[in-house]
């Protein structure tokens, strides 16, 4: 069992760190619109959420995802010095919630939605257990795990604010920037201090933000939904378009 866990936690770094040894991945095509460029990355032994880029409602460039008891994640890398992180702007539509869903549990720990976002840092600074895992990390895959993961979340129960430790390491941490089911089928639109968020939840200032994607899930409680996504853009600059 803990060698099971271990190896989870291995590949979630495969897909966090965007390690190229691990996940089969799939550039998305130049009819994908706001997210032309992004990647595929998907885990092995899991099916993979579709993601399908669409015009939604025939007006505006969006991401379907359709989970069908599968996991994996649409990426984009950016490498942006601290000083360059600002704002995160972002919008999804949610039809439905997975009420078993609880992020805090390792059985259950499925979103709907998610928006990712990965950091550099001082890694001498982990915990004795998150650098053996980084290094094990390293050894299966190439790449360690990400020094910090930040994620946006709707969660079924917890309050807006509220932080939502991953339960295998405490290097990946979601904030819930909406709950509870009072805002489904509506598009909803965020915009976010990303450092003001990262200290928040970390307790530190941010190191560079390798990268952002979009990630549903629902391989844990077995569970089958759609989503969209509409463009995310950082600081201004749409993420889509980005060289």
Same mark, same amino acid.
């Given at each position: 069992?803990?060698?099971?866990?271990? %190896?989870?936690?291995a590949v $979630?770094?495969?897909l966090l760190a965007?390690?190229?040894?691990g996940?089969r991945?799939?550039?998305?095509s130049e009819?994908?619109?706001?997210f032309? !460029?992004w990647?595929?990355w998907?885990?092995?032994?899991?099916?993979a959420t579709?993601?399908?880029? &669409?015009? %939604?409602g025939?007006t505006?460039?969006a991401m379907e995802a359709? *989970? /069908? *008891?599968?996991?994996s994640?649409l /990426?984009?890398a950016l490498?942006?010095?601290?000083?360059?992180?600002? =704002?995160i702007?972002?919008s999804w539509k +949610?039809?439905?919630l &997975?009420?078993?869903a609880?992020?805090?549990?390792?059985?259950?720990? =499925?979103a709907? +939605?998610?928006i990712?976002?990965t950091f550099? @840092?001082?890694r001498a600074r982990l915990?004795?257990?998150?650098?053996?895992?980084s290094?094990?990390a390293q050894?299966?895959t !190439?790449?360690?795990?990400?020094?910090?993961?930040l994620?946006y &979340?709707w969660? #079924?129960?917890r309050?807006?604010?509220s932080v939502i430790l991953?339960?295998?390491t =405490?290097r990946?941490?979601?904030l819930? +920037?909406e709950? @509870?089911?009072? /805002?489904l089928n509506q $598009?909803?639109d965020?915009?976010?201090?990303?450092?003001?968020?990262?200290?928040e939840v970390?307790?530190e200032? #941010? !190191?560079r933000l390798?990268?952002?994607a979009?990630m549903?899930d !629902?391989?844990?409680? @077995?569970?089958?939904?759609?989503v $969209?996504y @509409?463009?995310v853009?950082?600081?201004?600059?749409d +993420?889509a378009?980005q =060289?």
């Amino acid at each position: 069992m803990r060698l099971r866990r271990i %190896y989870h936690l291995a590949v $979630w770094g495969m897909l966090l760190a965007g390690c190229s040894h691990g996940p089969r991945v799939a550039e998305t095509s130049e009819s994908a619109g706001a997210f032309a !460029g992004w990647q595929h990355w998907t885990l092995p032994g899991k099916t993979a959420t579709d993601y399908r880029p &669409v015009r %939604y409602g025939g007006t505006h460039d969006a991401m379907e995802a359709q *989970a /069908r *008891a599968s996991a994996s994640l649409l /990426r984009r890398a950016l490498d942006l010095d601290p000083q360059e992180i600002g =704002d995160i702007r972002f919008s999804w539509k +949610v039809p439905m919630l &997975v009420p078993a869903a609880d992020m805090a549990r390792r059985e259950t720990e =499925d979103a709907v +939605v998610r928006i990712v976002l990965t950091f550099d @840092g001082d890694r001498a600074r982990l915990s004795a257990r998150d650098r053996a895992l980084s290094e094990l990390a390293q050894l299966m895959t !190439g790449e360690p795990l990400p020094y910090a993961t930040l994620m946006y &979340v709707w969660c #079924p129960t917890r309050v807006p604010g509220s932080v939502i430790l991953n339960p295998r390491t =405490d290097r990946i941490r979601k904030l819930v +920037v909406e709950s @509870g089911p009072a /805002r489904l089928n509506q $598009w909803l639109d965020y915009e976010r201090d990303i450092r003001a968020d990262f200290l928040e939840v970390f307790g530190e200032e #941010p !190191g560079r933000l390798l990268h952002v994607a979009i990630m549903s899930d !629902g391989d844990n409680t @077995g569970s089958e939904f759609r989503v $969209w996504y @509409g463009p995310v853009l950082i600081d201004g600059l749409d +993420v889509a378009s980005q =060289d």
